[in-house]
Structures are given as C-alpha cells and as structure tokens.
C-alpha cells in the first residue's frame, strides 16, 4: 500500500528505473479498506458483518486505482505451466460415506482441496455447527478442522446437547479427525470452560505463540489418515497449550520438525478418534482423505 498519490509516483519511478519492471497501480491506505487481525491472523469473512460491501469497497479501489486493462494482459501473454502428472492425492472407491464437517463462526480453518478430495473418494460432505446445532448428523465419520474454539469458548460450554453428542459419537468408535481448534474442543476444557472432554486434558490460550513452524512428521502407529512408518508434511500455528497432568497419552506422529503438543509428539489417538496440532493439505499427506472415507466406510 501507499500513503498518498506523491507516495506512489516516486516509488512508481524508483521501481521503474531500478528494476526496469512496469509498474500499473498502487493501492492507497485507507481505514476502510484495511482487514481486522487477531492472534492467529485475519477476522474470518464469517465474522465480518459488513463483508459483502466490504468485497464491494475493495472492488471499486482496484478499478480506481490498478491499470486492470494492462493487469489482464499480462495475464494472458504468460506461458501455461507445467501440469504435473503424478496425482495430489490417493483415490479409492470405497463405499459411499457421509462425512460430517463442523463449520460456523469458530471453526472456519479448512483447505478447500481437503473437502474435495473427500468428495473425490466418495464422501458426501453433511455440514453442521458445534456452535448452533443440538447434535451431529447422521454421518458416518466427522472432520473438525481449525478455528477459535478459545474465542467461542463459553458459547461452546453452552451448547451442552452437542459435546455430548460429540462424545458419544466417539464412545460409538466412530472416526473423528480434528486439526488444531478441533482438537481443543475435543479437551476436557478450554480456559475452564468445558468441552466434549473425548480427551482428559485441559487447553489453555497463552500470551505467546506456542508453536509456530512448518511440520514434518512420520507416523508412529496406523490410523485414520496415513499408514504406520509414512511421513507428511504440515504446518503448526497456535496460542494454546495442553495440560496433560503427567499422563502418557498415546501419539500417532513422532515430529521430526516443529513442537507437536509435547517433546515432539503429536496425534492424540483415542479409540478412532485423532486430534492434532498439525494443520496437513491433502497434497502433503496424499492419503488423508482415501483414508478417512475408509475408516468411515468400515464404520457403518
């Protein structure tokens, strides 16, 4: 961004010049462009009442100030990269599943590719709220991915009819794979406020990043996303931190790089439920999906 019009023409020159590189445009700062941020980064578009103006406001500030008619240009004179050939992820055509996903204001954190490689291996995806609902779905396997549990947690605590849906579901032995925020709710607490308490341990926000790194793991036992032995690759971002009180839980991965929840381990397993710190794309851990559907698939 650029303070004013003067700001823009000089670096519009300096660039120019130094780097013999053309320059089309330069967004000016502007409150009512700018994105809220928290801890882990931008306001979800979920939280943000005004946000189809908000996409409208940004809109109109492009086409005021960007050359869009050079933008697109230089769009379409680019080569075509490289396709590669090898497919992202694993495909098995395992019997049709439902796969509930837990989505509302707190848990928003997912990779769009993830959702449709379930698809792709025959899940059909049934939507619901922790936060709003009174039970999970008829589903056959749930996906509880990233969010802010932490900022909700009271509403959470609240919604008592769904943690203890979710924790019969578990008690069922039916799959659940939770990332992150997931994981936390599926704690006995968040900050005191109580959770679906699938695991015995507490979840506490701290002032500090706690972990902050890429991820590469290796599996130390089989489970709902990748086979014994095999490695993946993800990233960890988060303010919390879980009290295991001495305990020895049983982990799924061994982290060779990153934190993980305790001296580099990660993957709370519990009957068929796994619950991580780790944040994975499907093209980093290409089983993922085949194998969530399957475990899914075995359960009905």
């Not at 519009?12 to 320059?23: G, H, I, R, S």
């Not at 056959?140 to 549990?149: A, L």
């Amino acid at each position: 961004m650029v303070k004013n019009r003067k700001h823009y023409l000089k670096t519009k020159e300096a660039v120019e010049k130094l780097a013999d590189t053309p320059v089309i445009g330069g967004i000016p700062r502007d409150d009512f462009i700018t994105v809220e941020q928290r801890h882990l980064g931008l306001v979800p578009a979920v939280e943000r009442e005004n946000i189809k103006k908000n996409i409208e406001d940004w809109g109109r500030v492009m086409e005021e100030n960007i050359d869009l008619d050079t933008l697109t240009s230089i769009m379409k004179g680019a080569g075509k990269l490289p396709m590669g050939r090898e497919p992202l992820f694993q495909q098995e055509h395992s019997g049709r599943v439902k796969m509930g996903i837990a989505r509302d204001e707190v848990f928003t954190f997912y990779y769009q590719d993830n959702l449709e490689a379930l698809e792709s291996n025959n899940a059909d995806l049934i939507y619901f709220s922790p936060l709003h609902d009174e039970e999970v779905p008829d589903v056959d396997g749930i996906y509880i991915g990233g969010g802010y549990p932490e900022i909700f947690a009271r509403e959470l605590e609240a919604n008592q009819a769904m943690r203890h849906s979710l924790k019969q579901f578990h008690q069922e032995e039916r799959p659940i794979y939770a990332e992150c925020g997931g994981l936390m709710y599926l704690t006995r607490s968040i900050n005191q406020h109580q959770m679906c308490d699938v695991f015995p341990y507490d979840s506490h926000m701290t002032k500090k990043p706690q972990a902050l790194s890429y991820v590469i793991a290796r599996a130390a036992h089989d489970n709902i996303i990748i086979p014994e032995g095999e490695v993946f690759h993800g990233h960890e971002f988060h303010y919390s931190k879980l009290e295991l009180d001495g305990t020895q839980p049983k982990f799924a991965f061994d982290i060779l790089r990153g934190r993980g929840v305790t001296e580099n381990r990660d993957g709370l397993m519990s009957k068929n439920t796994l619950a991580s710190y780790v944040h994975t794309h499907v093209a980093a851990c290409p089983s993922f999906a085949s194998r969530l559907v399957r475990a899914a698939a075995d359960d009905q």
